[in-house]
């Protein structure tokens, strides 16, 4: 299960900034381009950011992560780059061990 947050953390990050790319460059370039991508990059990262979430909440106990690094994790999702790092600092070593 490990490997399949991996991998969610690595692909919402991406969801993320493509969503953001599409809000702040393609909006002022083609705003009818910009409509027609916005639901189904939308709908994209709202799935990937729940599984995040659904994740870690299935994670937590098996990783014995306490609140804080928990609360880390969580938070990470609403930040740009949150879960690279996240993924680089808890996951990496995690997963070589």
Do not use: C
């Amino acid at each position: 299960m490990l490997k399949i947050f991996k991998v969610t953390a690595i692909l919402e990050g991406i969801s993320y900034l493509v969503l953001f790319a599409n809000m702040f460059i393609v909006q002022n370039t083609n705003p009818e381009l910009y409509h027609t991508l916005l639901r189904p990059l939308g709908m994209t990262h709202g799935v990937l950011f729940i599984g995040y979430i659904l994740l870690a909440f299935l994670l937590k106990k098996s990783m014995n992560w306490d609140l804080k690094t928990f609360a880390i994790i969580l938070v990470a999702s609403l930040i740009p780059f949150g879960t690279f790092y996240i993924e680089k600092k808890y996951l990496e070593t995690k997963a070589n061990a």
